[in-house]
């Protein structure tokens, strides 16, 4: 299949982890000009803008962007995804020639951030929240433990994947959590909530990135190589996590996933690079048996065997991901600028001969969902 735009331009904030000095806004509004430098377009050639809820209008104004193309999309993390593929759709629609999609948070230092609360009289607040059920590591506990159950998924494999994402982070010096990490070393650090101990739970964090979208005969004429999009995907499955069809499986994976491959034309075996949200450690293995990569039950397995670390069959995460890298609050820009790099040559931890990657976002508990497919060649 042939790609249907690119990323001509990508780049995070010159830091990440603790920024007690910059606002969300200021992250976003750097992490903005450095991809529109990267990508080499005049920011007067940006015609569209992306991000999450005020924030898009915000950054717009502060870089002098007039856009005749916005969205404020916002389902949590995997907003991003979605804004990637609402840009797509634009240009190639004749509504944009060039779209920015960004992100900032400071999730930590929290300058400029909104609180976080269920409304009262909506479902949360009506039929989770007075049972206890508050912060997302009480939320995701519950899936975790059924697929656990269900699937035959130990301990020590759901420690094996933050001890496959370290010895990533490791190699990567903008990682937030860079030491070495043994199985024994994740089942006795503090429980946080069970099963989770605290490397199971993602890093808290200031920080942001943004990418240039634009058709792919515009990628033709700007320097430096390009990402190409061959496919994507944007599911919904439900509101509350307690409502879910299946504790033990993603339907919004599952869907955004099969639009996704079906857009490209490839199949999980295509695949030379996996990226993942990972807030929590259990995520991934969901990921891993929901897009088909490995069967049911087969994920703890194949990440214990040591597939997804450095040297494995399929690396994943190779950033660190969200419990090591950085997670700001919406971790899914960072995925996608991790696949990014990767396909660009431009990692960190740079994998060997990547052409296709394949990110994929979670928002919510599970809630939504967004993949894509990125290629180093258009077709």
């Known amino acids: 299949m042939s790609a249907t735009a690119a990323i001509v331009g990508a780049a995070e904030t010159t830091r990440l982890g603790i920024i007690p ?74 509504r944009a020639k060039a779209v920015l999609v960004t992100h900032g948070q400071s999730g930590r230092s929290r300058l400029g951030e909104e609180g976080f609360s269920y409304l009262p009289s909506g479902p949360n607040g009506q039929f989770e929240a007075p049972y206890g059920v508050g912060p997302f590591f009480t939320m995701f506990t519950l899936t975790a433990l059924r697929f656990m159950k269900d699937l035959g998924i130990t301990h020590e494999q759901l420690a094996m994947v933050a001890v496959a994402q370290r010895r990533w982070a490791h190699l990567n010096p903008r990682a937030f959590s860079q030491d070495l990490l043994t199985v024994d070393d994740v089942l006795n650090a503090p429980l946080i909530a069970y ?45 509350m996590v307690s409502q879910m069809d299946d504790f033990t499986t993603s339907r919004a994976f599952r869907d955004a996933g099969t639009e996704a491959f079906a857009q490209a034309g490839v199949t999980p075996a295509d695949i030379d690079h996996l990226q993942v949200y990972d807030a929590f450690a259990h995520v991934p293995l969901y990921a891993l048996e929901d897009l088909g990569f490995v069967g049911r039950g087969e994920s703890g397995a194949f990440v214990e065997e040591g597939h997804t670390a450095p040297g494995g069959s399929l690396p994943m995460n190779t950033n660190g991901g969200g419990l090591a890298y950085t997670h700001t609050g919406m971790y899914g820009m960072f995925a996608l600028q991790e696949s990014i790099r990767q396909i660009r040559r431009r990692a960190a931890a740079q994998v060997d001969d990547v052409e296709l990657a394949f990110s994929q976002g979670v928002g919510g508990m599970f809630e939504f969902a967004g993949s894509a497919i990125f290629a180093t060649q258009p077709d």
């Open 21 to 94: 000095d910059m606002t969300a806004l200021a992250l976003n509004v750097e992490a903005s000009m450095l991809a529109i430098r990267d990508s080499g377009l005049d920011i007067a050639e940006i015609d569209g803008i992306a991000s999450t809820g005020h924030i898009t209008a915000a950054t717009a104004e502060a870089l002098g962007i007039r856009p005749r193309w916005i969205d404020n999309t916002h389902v949590g993390g995997c907003s991003y995804f979605l804004h990637l593929r609402h840009a797509i759709a634009a240009i190639e629609t004749g």
């Open 195 to 239: 099963p989770f101990h605290k490397p199971q739970c993602c890093v808290v964090t200031d920080g942001g990135g943004a990418f240039v979208v634009t058709s792919v005969d515009r990628a033709k004429d700007v320097a430096g190589p390009a990402a190409y999009v061959l496919g994507t995907g944007e599911s919904y499955a439900h509101t």
